[in-house]
């Protein structure tokens, strides 16, 4: 079985600070791993995904996440945070069982990012 | 052109009605999802097909009823809605094998 704990429900930074939203996962199988944003009445975005190449992954906007098996974590960070951030970011695992996969992703609770002018 | 369309954007029903969701995706991907983001904004998914065939069925109450027409289309009906339906419903596909999914807008439905 595969789960996911987003360490925050909120996260607030000043506009140009560094921006960091804690992730770890559980998952029986070499997991796929990513991070979707969900801004105000909007639908999902894929920000990143990690597969198991690089374990450094860069994503849209500035945004980066790093895999790290040992810690079963898969942090997201932005050197500089700004006002268009202010949404909520969600981490996602999805198991790849038997070189298959039909995609079942499981979600993180979700943390909502607060950006401060 | 929208990738994944769903319609409508907005449903207000009362209880005990039926209504349906539609899905399509331009996208040319094989696999379909529906999921529920309940009032806590928790996503969790309910189904999925694979070329028309459910491949994932979450232990979602028989009043749920989703349709592939064909591999571009994934509606959802529901029977004799309750206040607990309301959430939003997202529609998502992707290639499978692993491919990344990709959302519609959602539909905010709200049970009177």
């Known amino acids: 079985a595969q789960s996911v704990t987003q360490l925050d429900s909120h996260v607030s930074v000043s506009e140009g600070t560094p921006v960091l939203l804690r992730c770890n996962y559980s998952s029986s199988y070499s997991p796929s791993l990513f991070w979707y944003v969900q801004h105000p009445n909007k639908g999902l975005q894929l920000l990143l995904k990690y597969t198991s190449a690089a374990t450094l992954v860069k994503g849209i906007n500035g945004f980066e996440a790093e895999f790290k098996k040992s810690e079963t974590s898969f942090h997201l960070t932005k050197p500089s945070a700004h006002m268009s951030d202010a949404a909520e970011y969600f981490c996602v695992v999805s198991e790849i069982a038997g070189g298959t996969s039909y995609g079942k992703l499981t979600f993180g609770q979700g943390t909502i990012l607060t950006v401060h002018p | 052109d929208t990738a994944v369309s769903q319609t409508p954007k907005y449903l207000v029903t009362q209880m005990g009605n039926d209504k349906s969701i539609k899905c399509e995706q331009n996208?040319?991907?094989?696999?379909m999802y529906w999921y529920k983001q309940d009032s806590k904004k928790f996503l969790k998914i309910m189904f999925s097909?694979?070329?028309?065939?459910?491949?994932i069925n979450e232990t979602v109450p028989n009043r749920f009823s989703p349709k592939s027409p064909d591999k571009a289309h994934l509606n959802l009906h529901i029977n004799s809605l309750e206040l607990g339906d309301s959430a939003v419903y997202f529609c998502a596909s992707s290639q499978s094998g692993g491919g990344i999914q990709y959302f519609g807008a959602g539909t905010r439905l709200s049970v009177l």
């Open positions: 996208l040319g991907h094989d696999t």
């Open positions: 097909y694979n070329n028309k065939e459910l491949i």
